[in-house]
């Protein structure tokens, strides 16, 4: 009897451990895969919370800050230091600029920490709101000429961190007038919403946010640049992003600084699952995406310039920056660019021309879902007068043809446009048809 009862014992002990064991990986299992079905589990039970903490800038802070950049000029615009600046030589600006400057009818609402409305390089682009002294939400919101400030709740537009300036001088620092640079939209509206700032402190930055997605929604934004984020998801800003997409606008959203794989870790709100986010990663001069950005095939759709970017900085400055911010205001330019050139009525028509026209680059495959860094150029000659610089023809009613015609290289990379034609023809066919949207595919090695 007594060895009996060792062994029911032991085989209790065992059966406990396993069970234990069991546990433990399944446990582990639904931790590592909680993410999966994104949507489900936002909408069933929502992340967010009320910390000032949860949606905080990227951990990008300014390299150096000078009154001036040294004056030369340039093949299109008369701003100085735009042949210096890497990421316009490596997006095709300056070509891109030959075909459209952008246009102010276009807004732009950038959600950031302000910007100083005064800089010579900004302050004839601000968006001016055309009933600024009449209540017209149920914040009752008056006076906000160029925008709002949620942090303080006034029309104090202050930058006091420089991430917002800076951020706004990529997308929309005005083109030609001799001082300065140009943003890649040189011609714009910008709607400042200002959600951070760090002389603030206890502020609600994520209620800041959806505050200022529905204010872009409700003043006629086309496009909402947002550069900040964090780990948790939010009811709250999925429902306003969504809100956004219903009104057809585009989200162009920064990927994060994290150094992570956002398909296993993700980062909002550029990680909703939602067809009118962009995630933007960022690039450096030699095409890697940098130790510090995020990255993800399945999260992540393209990349752009992001490494030691010049752009304009309060008090009247110029300085540098680097993250996925300035990646991200790099498509966001480029999507106000494409709007302005009558090629987009909507965010879908936006999204799948940066997309489908980015460079396909084989040091992406493993970081993006599109292999593809943006290109300004090929963006904008895409559908451009009826036939495009890829050689796609389109007629009256929509159809589409292919020509032979042979085209020239589009960069220093060797990309040349008949290769991009077979892959966007393809893309802009199955559009057509109503069949699933391939720009997450991996383009074939001839591509490349």
Known sequence: MKTLGKILG???FIALFLFGLVYFVSTENSEDNSDSAENASVIAKSKSTTSADNRILEKSEIIKQVKSVEKEPSVLLNDPNIKLSWGLLKSDATRAWSVS???KDVIVAVIDTGID???EDLKNNLWKNPNPNKKKDADGIVDDIHGWNFVSNNNDLTDNHGHGTHIAGIIGAEGGNGIGISGISPHVSLMILKYYDPKVPN??????TVRAIDYAIAHGAHIINYSGGGTEASNDERDAIARAEKKGILFVAAAGNERSNSDQHHYYPADYKLKNIISVTAIDPATHVLPSSNFGVDTVDIAAPGSNILSTLPGNT?????GTSQATAFVSGAAALIKAHGLANSYEEMKR??????DANMYLADKTKSWRILNLFKALTVLDQDRSASGVVTNNNGNIHITNEKMENSNSTGSDY???SKNLIEVLQQQKKGEKNRLGAKPSTNEL
């Open 10 to 12: 032991l085989f209790s």
């Open 117 to 119: 409305i005064n800089h």
């Open 203 to 208: 502020t609600d930055n994520l209620k800041n």
């Open 418 to 420: 008949n290769k991009l």
């Open 353 to 358: 021309i940066i997309l489908a026209t980015g």
């Open 101 to 103: 400057n952008g246009s």
């Open 318 to 322: 110029y300085g540098n920056m680097t």
